[in-house]
């Protein structure tokens, strides 16, 4: 049996058949209707019949649809999604009148998570721990072999827990959330702060951003600190500390055999990786002795949430 | 069939034949050998001899042992435990020689959290923190119904994840470890505090503990609390706040139904309990909307650890 | 002899005449010209002469100016003042120019500091710590009796000691000032993320904030703390907690006689006081044993500016 | 006139005659008697006499004497020093007794930091403080061009102000004093913490401490970082950073021209310096465009207190 997998992103609804392999056999892409459920099941519904009319009948079997935002712990409702503008959402039994298949839906991250656990970077191990490094920072858990959804489906919010207490103001309304200190945001806000403080230090950064501060991008940080910037490699190194603390933190609490580190912070390979993995090391508890989680860097890239989506349909 | 749930505590191995509701049908204790992990496999086995023997033969069909030390995810062997001097200690083998039975090792903390969590505060719910208050901070997971080990079976240190980036010392080796300000000896170290630099305040704690500020222990602390002593209620305060602080983040994390709060702290009741559940409302991301996991008292004190041993054999 | 006080602020500049005594005999008000360094001395100038206008001749024998900015240790230019669009500005030559009498420039806060020292609550001292809760937090050292400015003019910015490492990110562009935690805007913020993540309990706040979390104001969350409102209270206790925080480690440094607090967020008075007194005597080094600073109210209100600037021209 | 100074240390009573350059023209040691202050002043007076027996009648006119303790702001009582068994002691009155010239008795600290103001590393600035990183962290301040007592004579505790809320406990009572984290106990503390937890990476350091953690000292440490042993330099690094963020709150507060660092610690010279340079220049307040206060190494070593108490006798 075959399934198709849907990751409803801001922009774009992607869609792709997907084997028992994780391989992605056809991709179809629409744009994302805003604001409006109804439309946004009709694409789905439209990406679907598309692309199972390219297949045999019968082929495709179920319909796995990842969204950016809180999933029901049934795996039908979508409780919120800010940038979709959906709130107590039944889009399972909308999108299931288009589509005539048993669907599920799933928080995007958790999709994803199940991708690299079971084709990328996790494969083998029952125990992982996804963290994307992106704008912000996002989780999945996949324990015991199974994907950990939470008793009400928002586990993994592993962004928001509290990294210092009293600490830097964050959107969901507290203070101190990991992600206001290891995410691509926390990484721009160094590389500013480092461009206003100490613009002689920044002078390559500054270069790159046309002289405006704000301009200063995790694109143009990433750039500087491949060509060997000192102060661009000192953002990573700030950014890497407070990201290995966090996966120690996380580790002894669930003792995952790896961590797999995705997001656009990730793509920095070993100048991101190295202090990352330096600082778990000397901050997790059980030192020495404990048997270390590997830190690896997420394979799939952008096709995870389809063929995560496409694969926890058969579950 | 029944079992056998045998708790090694640091002065004393309790056993007790529990059967399919974790009731405790019959208990023996012995005093524990000291560092002689033979002799440990030998009491162990003469504790099971005895309860069988007053047993018609074959009703007992297993045995489990839980034990305050890093087990590992085999549930055959002990990788450390300290206060029991063991080390690499092929534990099950050594006890299976003694009792021909089926053997499970367990962390004893683990244990306790599953016996709460079929028969206790949490039964009833899939998703289960335990967090224990007792000296330390003390942890067990049961995640989708299953107890949550970690790969290398030394998952649920709680009490080990970094509350406060550069805070207090603690015996880990690390920093600011939760433990350090929401467990018993934090209780202590409050009311010591209070007594040595405002005597005048911690007047009341200062008589029970007849003038020695190094005697303030937590059961005068406690009884203060109980006849309404403000300084002991602050301290309770304190502690709740930063307990509620920690739940908030295994929120994050782990999105549970409950949290079942044991160990001496929480003998105190609502007064620790009052404390903790506002912290943990206010702290806890995804509010207001999200729906709050319960923080309840664990019900089966002491011998939730024979229970759990036990129960945890069948599987 | 008396002299001229002058308050340059953002949007008046008050002169008045004072005496020995720091009482204001005479007073006029211009509206400030806006990031015009020129136009700002003439109407300094005009001030000054409508006030000596109406004395007999040779009464007047200085001006004292204050201003809202980094003041060179020569009391001559101001290095910069953000709000009046003022950099490497040779104040006092251009307003002698017009007044053809000896003229100083200060800080702002050091004169009403000064004032306060002098003729205010903290008259009869000669080791003063003054620090004025507003919008953000200034502050102004007496030292032995001495106004302390620093090597190059800019000592007592206590507002941007730090309070947190890793804190909330300050606008001077460092993270975790104290003026973060314990000023007017940091109130404002408790305030609105209570109102923000639980509206229930910020019932009343929202009430007066015609149900906008924005509109939730320090003059707002004043009124209901003065109705006994729990949740207003909580928003003083909090930020009353930082600030004695913050005088415990300015005693520590400074060891002052008194603490006299300005500023917005005094005009509450004891809802203030009360937990500040508390957590400084709870926070400072030395206790028990150490003799405590005193904790004050400003005394001379808006007026402080003009009276120390004023005294500041005699020295 | 020449005077002579003294400087009561744990073991030993040094005592020195002093000349207006601060040159130490003669010096005698005696031991310290124990926890009586007769027998202390008797041994001052001794010290003094045999001091003046050497010199033309009249030559030496007044005796400053440094205790390390906190000295009342009249220059005569001792309110308490721990380590001498002094409490509310009439000091001043005593050894006035025996030597029949004016004394005055001064903090230990003050002493050797007015020394370095006038003679040694901060002369020619009016604005300074010194900050001795020893194995815990002592202070001094000069400010105006006169030694800052405070109203209490306990002014300069800078040791005591916290840099990180809730952060490790220090013996004074408090969490999170600067001490904690910036002197030579805070060294040791991060070099046995890495060979604890890391004893590979720390081989050199356990190598020289003959393999035992807890022998691991800041000699060991300083003579590693000498020979460019990485573990032992990130050790200086981890302390140089925290005593950097300590100089630039005090900057903030203080506005000094120069910082002096005296103490253990500061014999590493540049592997301690360079990092507490980078680190004040990063976290200070105010950049860019402030100019920085310099920060520099004591220049008059062990000799500072008796130079010290001797310069102050003339006040």
Redesign the interface.
Known sequence: MLTIGVDIGGTKVAAGVVDHDGQILDKVKYPTPTNDPRQLAEVVGRAVAELRSRKPDGEIGAVGVGVAG?VDEDRATV??AVNLGLRDEPLRERVQQHVGLPVVIENDANAAAWAEARFGAGRG???IVCVTLGTGIG?G?V??G?L???????????G??????????CA????G?WEQ?ASGRALV?EGQ?LA????QRAERLLKLADGVVEQVSGRIITQAAMEGDPAALECFRIVGEWAG?GL???A??????CFVLGGGVSDAGDIILDPVRASF???V???????L?EVRVAELGGEAGIAGAGDLARY
Do not use: K, W
């Not at 508890?285 to 048997?291: A, D």
């Open positions: 809180f409780q919120v191990s029952d125990h989780g858990l324990l015991g199974a950990h959804r939470g008793r009400y489906g928002v586990a993994a919010e592993v928001h827990y509290r990294m210092v207490p009293h600490g830097r103001r969901c309304g507290n203070h959330c200190y806000a702060d206003r403080t100490d613009p603390l120690a933190d996380l002894a609490i669930l003792d995952p055999e090391a000397r901050h508890s059980g030192r020495p002795g404990r048997r989680a």
